[in-house]
């Protein structure tokens, strides 16, 4: 069963645009709702995390909406440009538990055209 | 700090063969993990670690071993190589087992025939 869903898969928007990935998960465990970026031929890297005792956190032109109630939470990427062209993973944790390993969604590939 | 690194960065195998993929930190990280991505599927955990001698499966351990001897080095074993392994395969570290931020290695490609 998928702990985190992401949606969508593929991402197309245009430089200067606003791209929007949006994730929902069940567990109402997880507590710490981190995003990676990855580049072609590379591994991921943290890019912006956020946990749910605040409903947003921006950090740049990256923010993170988070809605504890709907149990969803979203990245904005404001004023796109063509670096940030990569493929982005949602992914959740309780820090809570033994374990508190990461959930990943699917991941979206995005693309930002110039 | 050399951060995360794995050797080899790409491997092609044929059914049948074994081999062991390499990781190893340098910043005294407590938890290493495993995970391949395929297309469309996400990172999908194998194996991972919460300290020397300690491991534990993730979702996909089947057709993989695991060993963690050192706080440094995590290797993961393919012991009869199958087609359905061929993707890219990454290790991650990170001080904290409780969902703090991971760091990934670059990845080993791994193609099997």
């Known amino acids: 069963q998928q702990q985190v869903k992401q949606s969508p898969q593929s991402l197309i928007v245009q430089k200067g645009g606003i791209s929007i990935i949006n994730c929902a998960y069940e567990?109402?465990?997880?507590?710490?709702f981190p995003w990676y970026q990855q580049f072609p031929g590379k591994g991921p890297a943290l890019l912006i995390a956020?946990?749910?005792?605040?409903s947003e956190k921006k950090e740049g032109r990256f923010t993170i909406s988070f809605n504890k109630s709907a149990k969803q939470f979203s990245l904005h990427i404001m004023d796109s440009q063509p670096g940030d062209s990569a493929t982005y993973f949602c992914a959740a944790a309780d820090r809570g538990s033994t374990l508190g390993r990461l959930y990943f969604g699917r991941g979206t590939q995005l693309t930002v055209w110039p | 700090n050399a951060g995360v690194t794995q050797t080899p960065k790409f491997q092609v195998l044929k059914t049948g063969q074994s081999m062991t993929l390499q990781c190893a930190q340098d910043?005294?990280?407590?938890?290493m993990s495993w995970y391949r991505q395929d297309p469309g599927m996400g990172l999908r955990l194998i194996h991972y670690?919460?300290?020397?001698?300690?491991?534990d499966q993730g979702e996909v351990p089947n057709g993989y071993n695991v060993s963690r001897s050192t706080t440094e080095d995590f290797p993961l074993r393919l012991l009869s190589a199958a087609p359905s392994q061929t993707s890219v395969y990454f290790c991650?570290?990170?001080?904290?087992?409780?969902?703090?931020?991971?760091?990934f290695g670059p990845g080993t490609r791994l193609l099997v025939l």
């Open positions: 956020i946990r749910p005792d605040v």
């Open positions: 991650a570290s990170s001080y904290y087992a409780r969902g703090e931020t991971q760091y």
């Open positions: 567990n109402t465990a997880f507590d710490y």
């Open positions: 670690s919460v300290g020397a001698g300690i491991t």
């Open positions: 910043m005294n990280h407590e938890y």
